[in-house]
């Protein structure tokens, strides 16, 4: 394969992510079906391998923040049922004064999580485009913050056992 095919697709796989924004789970589809086809070639291979490393763990990171926010919702909300700040009517709700929801735990929490997931978001789409561009360029990127589901099949996992192989060690 010419070297800029192969660049090509490894760029491909980068940015086939951002398919998830029309295609439920696509960050995930798209690139496996790339890096499944072509995965006799060594970089594309690696350039597969990291992409859904990295998806998987902007995921699972995604997911977390999700129930940390439901969680923190949930318990915290309760104490907003208490402050007799609040009005509620049939049509809406009012404030007293609406300068104290600012020290509210509950409008904080969120705001850290909201902040945190626009980060997460941020992370993801510098990450992938830098990918991309290194990819299309014909060289290796390693995301940052990637949790390693995907371990390369280059590597030999039979050197963490041979230190646990008697048999392996003696010497005759």
Same mark, same amino acid.
């Given at each position: 394969?010419?070297? +800029? ?9 980068? &940015? ?30 690696? +350039? ?41 009517? +049939? ?27 626009? *980060?997460? &978001? ?13 990819? *299309? ?29 008697? +048999? ?5």
């Amino acid at each position: 394969m010419p070297s +800029n095919d192969k660049n090509l697709l490894a760029a491909a796989t980068h &940015f086939s992510t951002f398919s998830k924004y029309f295609i439920p789970f696509g960050q995930f589809i798209l690139p496996l079906i790339i890096w499944i086809s072509k995965r006799d070639n060594k970089f594309i291979e690696q +350039n597969g391998r990291e992409t859904i490393n990295f998806q998987l763990s902007v995921f699972i990171y995604f997911i977390i923040l999700t129930f940390l926010a439901l969680s923190g919702a949930l318990i915290l909300g309760f104490s907003f049922a208490h402050i007799e700040e609040f009005y509620i009517s +049939n049509n809406s709700i009012s404030v007293a004064e609406p300068f104290q929801l600012i020290n509210s735990p509950l409008l904080i929490f969120l705001l850290v999580i909201l902040i945190l997931a626009l *980060g997460l &978001f941020l992370l993801d789409l510098i990450c992938t485009f830098t990918g991309t561009i290194r990819a *299309g360029e014909g060289k290796e990127y390693r995301y940052p913050l990637s949790i390693k589901f995907i371990s390369s099949p280059h590597q030999s996992s039979s050197s963490k056992n041979e230190q646990f192989n008697p +048999n392996k060690n003696q010497v005759i």
